[in-house]
């Protein structure tokens, strides 16, 4: 079973389409993130939700747009796709706040080629 | 503000060689210390964890000792292998910090037979 899933895996889409990633935990946790990772596998957080709601907001474009329906699911949406949202996007869930010294899990990731 | 520093990368040892990557941090408080891993083409998960000063984590052959008076969480491993060729992360976690934890740039081992 896999803890946090997340789709698609890869996503080969043109400049200026609108795109979703699906993320799903069945750990139970109470927090999930969306992580970028760029292509020298710098990785910035972008948005934390605990119980639904959103406690971080990175320096994130507004075309960028997470939704939280539950604690198991963080949704990413994005509008107008640019060049430079090509990365690896990466969910991730973790047992109350990572700052508490909880261990994040990580998806597999879903990488993002924007053409 | 937190962060984290490691060791830059790529790191290229032959099988059975001794591996360190060094680790050190700033941080406003106590934080919890980690090293995360990611193998080529998944996401990453944890390798070992320390909460307090002097702890030890370990796990896989791999080591590292939370180091208050160098502020620092080197990882450590006596033989790698070939299997252990991955991207390792740094991170540090600190009640104050608003949820956020904080992510080295990764070093990229690579270890030839």
């Known amino acids: 079973d896999t803890a946090v899933s997340q789709t698609p895996k890869y996503l080969v889409t043109q400049m200026g389409n609108d795109k979703s990633i699906k993320c799903e935990q069945n750990l139970g946790h109470d927090t999930m993130y969306w992580y970028k990772q760029d292509s020298k596998k710098f990785l910035k957080i972008m948005f934390s939700y605990n119980n639904k709601e959103l406690i971080i907001n990175e320096t994130v474009p507004n075309r960028f747009s997470p939704k939280s329906p539950d604690k198991a699911h963080l949704n990413l949406h994005i509008n107008s796709l640019e060049l430079g949202d090509s990365a690896v996007y990466f969910c991730?869930?973790?047992?109350?706040?990572?700052?508490?010294?909880?261990?994040?899990?990580f998806g597999e990731g879903s990488w993002l080629t924007v053409v | 503000g937190n962060s984290v520093t490691q060791m830059e990368g790529p790191v290229t040892l032959s099988e059975e060689a001794f591996l360190t990557i060094n680790c050190t941090y700033t941080?406003?408080?106590?934080?919890?210390l980690f090293w995360y891993v990611q193998y080529p083409g998944e996401g990453l998960q944890l390798l070992l964890k320390a909460t307090k000063a002097d702890d030890k984590g370990s796990n896989k052959g791999f080591e590292a000792t939370y180091r208050k008076e160098t502020t620092s969480f080197h990882l450590e491993k006596g033989s790698v292998q070939v299997s252990d060729s991955a991207v390792y992360f740094c991170a540090l976690s600190l009640n104050t910090n608003a949820g956020k934890s904080t992510f080295g740039d990764g070093t990229t081992l690579t270890v030839k037979p």
């Open positions: 991730a869930s973790s047992q109350g706040q990572a700052s508490s010294g909880n261990t994040i899990y």
């Open positions: 941080a406003t408080g106590y934080p919890s």
